[in-house]
C-alpha cells in the first residue's frame, strides 16, 4: 500500500520560512515523480512545485518561482519543499502527490491533478501579516 505523509506545517510570520516534509512508503521511489500542491480555504486545489527523483529536474509554478525550492532525498524516500519569503497568501493546505510513471515532469501541464496517482493528507501552513 502506498503512504504518504506531509509534515512541517505551522504558523509562521510574513517573510519567514518553513519545510515541508512528504515521506513515501510503499513503492519504489528513484524514478517517479513527486509534486506539492495547496489548497487555500474557499479555492481550488492548485499545483505549486514538482521533482523528478529520476534526475532532480524541478517546476514551479510561478507565484513560488525563486522562493519555494523542491527537492528530495531517495535513500530516506522523502520530498522536500523549502518554502521562504512566505506571504499571507501562502496560506493553505498543502499535499504532496505522487506520479508513478515520473512522466508528469515532462507533461505540458506538469501539476495537473490527474497525473497524480497517490496523495497524501495534506499539513496545515498559515502565514500571518
Same mark, same amino acid.
Given at each position: 500500500e502506498v503512504q504518504l505523509v506531509e509534515s512541517g506545517g505551522g504558523l509562521v510570520q510574513a517573510g519567514g520560512s518553513l519545510r515541508l516534509s512528504c515521506a513515501a512508503s510503499g513503492l519504489t521511489f528513484d524514478s517517479v515523480a513527486v509534486g506539492w500542491f495547496r489548497?487555500?480555504? &474557499?479555492?481550488?486545489?492548485e499545483g505549486v512545485a514538482l521533482i523528478s527523483t529520476l534526475d532532480d529536474s524541478s517546476y514551479y509554478t510561478d507565484s513560488v518561482q525563486g522562493r519555494f525550492t523542491i527537492s528530495s532525498d531517495n535513500a530516506k524516500n522523502t520530498v522536500y519543499l523549502l518554502m521562504n519569503s512566505l506571504k499571507p497568501e501562502d496560506t493553505a493546505v498543502y499535499?504532496?502527490?505522487?506520479?508513478?510513471? &515520473?512522466?508528469?515532469?515532462?507533461?505540458e501541464y506538469p501539476l495537473a491533478d490527474p497525473l497524480y496517482d497517490y496523495w497524501g493528507q495534506g499539513t496545515e501552513v498559515t502565514v500571518s501579516s
Open positions: 489548497q487555500a480555504p &474557499g479555492k481550488e486545489r499535499f504532496c502527490a505522487v506520479d508513478p510513471s &515520473g512522466i508528469a515532469i515532462a507533461a
